[in-house]
């Protein structure tokens, strides 16, 4: 508890009125100066007697780079006091509205900003404090919360539809590898059996002609792609973003695919939720190496170092910025009178969005 500079200055008044009263009698400063005692004792009453506000911090949604996320914080007060709450944005956020709210709270109340994801990884935002005031502002409390709330930003996913049509096609061929591919046993033909499923040469052989149908391994890990990526230098940024680019890239033409990085793998899987999750571990991912075992089993592998990332597929190295496009883009502005790399900014922000909403 402590004075405000109002507070302050009420007291420097008092002063001066008391050594003024010494010199010229009290009775002609009494209206001035007891009312200002007064108001400032009842100022340190209020304070004191106020309770701890009751805060929950509600959850924030992940998002992509460039997104915007609102933070609603719960506050609980016994009764109504001026206060002023303030919330610490942490690295890799900016906000896009004052995190110091000055407001009225009486009951349940809910204070909000909204906050911008600047940078990949699990960012955070808080501790929050929040300061009360008595109705005349002289005298001011302060309550400390070390609570946070992570806020998980995505890497960036580009869309990789605007590079060249073989590198495009050498990735794609990967998300062919069906189940189908291997075979389990023969049984007897069932009225919506796909035709192509039918083993005519075993049909041909068999006594009363009847129809046989090819059955297939039932194997999630069958026809599944596996993506690795690793970083060797510091450039982890990057490396995130071209496997999370591959991921979803694989994801969206029907593939079920897996995870392997430095800090964590993921079994193949298809869907909405196993997409966060490729994104989710993306997101928080260092640099590391992997081992040689592991990156000859992996279908794709993300490299990254020094020099940039390449995307090996059957050990054909593709430039990740050749993927994208990038190699092909011209540096003076378009017809439209915008730049290669502002026109590359806002097809990412796009890409962004649209897969954000896919998840």
Same mark, same amino acid.
């Given at each position: 508890?402590?004075?405000?500079?109002?507070? @302050?200055?009420?007291?420097?008044?008092?002063?001066?009125?008391?050594?003024?009263? @010494?010199?010229? $009698?009290?009775?002609?400063?009494?209206?001035?100066?007891?009312?200002?005692?007064?108001?400032?004792?009842?100022?340190?009453?209020?304070? $004191?007697?106020?309770?701890?506000?009751?805060?929950?911090?509600?959850?924030?949604?992940? $998002?992509?780079?460039?997104?915007?996320?609102?933070?609603?914080?719960?506050?609980?007060?016994?009764?109504? /006091?001026?206060?002023?709450?303030?919330?610490?944005?942490?690295?890799?956020?900016?906000?896009?509205?004052?995190? /110091?709210?000055?407001?009225?709270?009486?009951? !349940?109340?809910?204070?909000?900003? !909204?906050?911008?994801?600047? #940078?990949?990884?699990?960012?955070?935002?808080?501790?929050?404090?929040?300061?009360?005031?008595?109705?005349?502002?002289?005298?001011? #409390?302060?309550? =400390?919360?070390? +609570?946070?709330?992570?806020?998980?930003?995505?890497?960036?996913?580009?869309?990789?539809?605007?590079?060249? +049509?073989?590198?495009?096609?050498?990735?794609?061929?990967?998300?062919? #590898?069906?189940?189908?591919?291997?075979?389990?046993?023969?049984? =007897?033909?069932?009225?919506?059996?796909?035709?192509?499923?039918?083993? @005519?040469?075993?049909?041909?052989?068999?006594?009363?002609?009847?129809?046989?149908?090819?059955?297939?391994?039932?194997?999630?890990?069958? $026809?599944?792609?596996?993506?690795?990526?690793?970083?060797?230098?510091?450039?982890?940024?990057?490396?995130?973003?071209?496997? +999370?680019? /591959?991921?979803?890239?694989?994801?969206?033409?029907?593939?079920?695919?897996?995870?392997?990085?430095?800090?964590?793998?993921?079994?193949?899987?298809?869907?909405?939720?196993?997409?966060?999750?490729?994104?989710?571990?993306?997101?928080?991912?260092?640099?590391?190496?992997?081992?040689?075992?592991?990156?000859?089993?992996?279908?794709?592998?993300?490299?990254?170092?020094?020099?940039?990332?390449?995307?090996?597929?059957?050990?054909?190295?593709?430039?990740?910025?050749?993927?994208?496009?990038?190699?092909?883009?011209?540096?003076?502005?378009?017809?439209?009178?915008?730049?290669?790399?502002?026109?590359?900014? #806002?097809?990412?922000? =796009?890409? !962004?969005?649209?897969?954000?909403?896919?998840?």
């Amino acid at each position: 508890m402590r004075l405000t500079r109002r507070g @302050w200055a009420v007291v420097t008044v008092v002063c001066g009125a008391v050594l003024l009263s @010494w010199q010229f $009698g009290p009775r002609a400063l009494n209206a001035v100066v007891v009312p200002l005692v007064v108001v400032l004792l009842a100022g340190l009453v209020t304070a $004191g007697r106020t309770t701890r506000p009751r805060v929950t911090r509600h959850s924030v949604a992940e $998002g992509f780079i460039g997104e915007e996320r609102r933070v609603e914080i719960a506050i609980s007060t016994d009764r109504a /006091v001026a206060a002023t709450v303030t919330d610490a944005v942490g690295d890799g956020l900016s906000a896009t509205t004052d995190p /110091v709210i000055e407001t009225t709270l009486d009951g !349940d109340e809910t204070v909000a900003y !909204d906050v911008r994801l600047e #940078r990949r990884g699990e960012r955070r935002v808080g501790p929050l404090s929040i300061t009360v005031t008595d109705v005349v502002g002289l005298v001011e #409390r302060r309550f =400390e919360y070390e +609570a946070s709330t992570p806020v998980l930003v995505y890497p960036r996913v580009r869309d990789l539809g605007r590079g060249p +049509a073989t590198d495009i096609q050498a990735l794609a061929g990967v998300a062919d #590898r069906h189940v189908h591919d291997e075979f389990d046993h023969l049984r =007897e033909y069932r009225r919506g059996d796909p035709l192509r499923d039918v083993h @005519w040469k075993s049909a041909a052989k068999r006594p009363t002609d009847d129809l046989v149908v090819t059955e297939y391994a039932d194997d999630e890990e069958v $026809g599944a792609v596996t993506v690795a990526a690793e970083c060797r230098s510091d450039r982890d940024d990057e490396m995130a973003s071209a496997a +999370a680019s /591959v991921a979803t890239y694989l994801l969206e033409l029907g593939a079920t695919v897996g995870l392997v990085v430095p800090d964590g793998t993921l079994p193949p899987e298809s869907g909405r939720n196993h997409h966060r999750e490729l994104l989710g571990l993306l997101a928080v991912t260092t640099p590391g190496e992997l081992e040689t075992q592991t990156k000859r089993d992996a279908d794709v592998l993300v490299r990254t170092d020094a020099d940039g990332t390449t995307v090996v597929v059957d050990d054909r190295d593709l430039p990740f910025d050749r993927l994208c496009g990038r190699g092909r883009r011209r540096s003076a502005r378009d017809e439209q009178g915008e730049s290669a790399s502002e026109r590359d900014g #806002r097809a990412d922000r =796009e890409t !962004d969005s649209r897969r954000g909403t896919a998840a």
